[in-house]
């Protein structure tokens, strides 16, 4: 079972930055699209970014955040500047397969505030 551990979670005041990191437990980046999902209280889960066969970001972030990953270190990244009051939400990381019988993942979140 693929295994997903987010950081970089943080308080930050608006107009700010933070790197998000997802460490992945094994490479899996050839058999799946990894993404980025936030889900701020009383609110649905919601995507923000994938990097698959191709790179997509959600209206609301575009310009603003960047999704990467390191191929050596199993880690995906979400870049995030210019941060708002809106952006606030746990992030959570996602992996969906692209393969047949493979499992998709989640982990566990990482919490980002922004507020002055």
């Known amino acids: 079972q693929v295994q997903l551990v987010e950081s970089g979670g943080d308080l930050v005041q608006p107009g700010g930055s933070l790197r998000l990191s997802c460490a992945v437990s094994e490479p899996i980046f050839s058999l799946y699209t990894m993404q980025w999902y936030r889900q701020a209280p009383v609110k649905q889960r919601e995507f923000v970014a994938s990097?698959?066969?191709?790179?997509h970001v959600a209206d609301s972030v575009k310009d603003r955040f960047t999704i990467s990953k390191d191929v050596v270190k199993n880690t995906v990244y979400l870049d995030m500047n210019n941060l708002k009051p809106e952006d606030t939400a746990v992030y959570y990381c996602h992996a969906k397969p692209e393969v047949p019988y493979r499992p998709a993942a989640w982990g566990q979140g990482t919490q980002v505030t922004v507020s002055s």
């Open positions: 990097d698959g066969a191709d790179i």
